[in-house]
């Protein structure tokens, strides 16, 4: 498994490290430092701000053809600490301070009673200092060159939050949320709506669907032990816990390598349907394919959506 004990590199591996991001690196800093490992093929299932630590799901070899799939209904959790009574550019403290206001209008009431009202489904304004793109060009890009960045907003679900303390100014609460809301956003809404301002100054990402922050391994950890970096590496299966896993005997496994649609077999259908019919094949080798459940004549098969083998 060890390409060189010298340069401290490792072979390609093939699945999910949960990394506990530290705050101040780049997303892309950290999945850096795990290259050098000898990980050339590295992906991941969404960032975090340079701020912000946490969960981050690194994606290895295999893995990489992961990240829509968990992008998809991957539900997130966070803890945020808001001060009140700033504006920033970013909306929040990485930024430039805009403006300060008064916030001793401001009660532990108002503040719960907003933050209890973002449940459900939220249209949320996009950050101007952001990777979303409009025309092609990130808005932060344009933020950063003095151009006008077109406000976008997007479609979020909130699914619970919960107030963890309140010593105003400061606010630290808890929010369970779909993948791709932005909690500098919330941050910005809430002090937009207590009328004093607000800006992001922690963020830790405790869990990002299916792994939590105790399951997670520091980079300090990785760097400074690069050799026990496959003890740390979760399974493709891990990586979807609620998909079917279908076993092929030898002649449907070669007609899934060759792209072909295999049958479903009669008594998997319930399970691969009630999973949004995606399911993971595999055989005596190991995986084979993310599958996608479709009919033929009305005959239920599985036709592939990303090949796993090698």
């Known amino acids: 498994m060890i390409l060189s004990e010298k340069k401290q590199t490792i072979a390609q591996q093939n699945g999910v490290l949960v990394l506990d991001k530290p705050s101040g690196p780049t997303s892309n800093h950290c999945l850096m430092a795990i290259k050098r490992l000898g990980q050339k093929k590295i992906g991941h299932a969404g960032t975090l701000d340079p701020m912000a630590s946490g969960v981050l799901l690194v994606l290895l070899g295999q893995a990489t053809k992961l990240s829509g799939f968990l992008l998809q209904g991957g539900m997130k959790v966070y803890e945020a600490t808001v001060m009140l009574g700033q504006e920033s550019a970013t909306w929040d403290t990485e930024g430039e301070i805009l403006a300060s206001h008064e916030w001793s209008h401001v009660t532990p009431e108002m503040a719960a009673d907003i933050i ?108 400074s032990a690069p050799l026990d970096l496959p003890s740390y590496v979760r399974s493709i299966e891990e990586a979807l816990p609620s998909w079917p896993v279908i076993h092929l005997e030898k002649m449907p496994a070669q007609h899934v390598r060759n792209g072909r649609p295999v049958a479903c077999p009669p008594a998997s259908l319930d399970a691969v349907e009630k999973n949004n019919g995606q399911v993971l094949l595999k055989d005596d080798t190991g995986l084979l394919a993310l599958a996608k459940l479709a009919w033929d004549k009305e005959k239920p098969v599985l036709t592939v959506s990303r090949g796993l083998w090698s």
């Open 116 to 223: 209890s009202s973002w449940q459900g489904e939220l249209e949320q304004i996009v950050p101007p200092y952001s990777a979303a793109k409009s025309q092609g060009v990130p808005l932060y890009r344009l933020a950063r060159e003095g151009k006008d960045v077109p406000v976008k907003t997007k479609t979020v679900h909130i699914y619970h939050t919960e107030i963890l303390s309140t010593e105003l100014p400061v606010i630290r609460f808890r929010v369970k949320c779909s993948s791709g809301t932005y909690i500098r956003s919330l941050a910005h809404s809430l002090g937009m709506r207590l009328g004093c301002g607000a800006v992001l100054t922690a963020l830790t990402r405790e869990y990002s669907h299916p792994f939590s922050l105790s399951k997670s391994v520091s980079l300090d950890t990785l760097t």
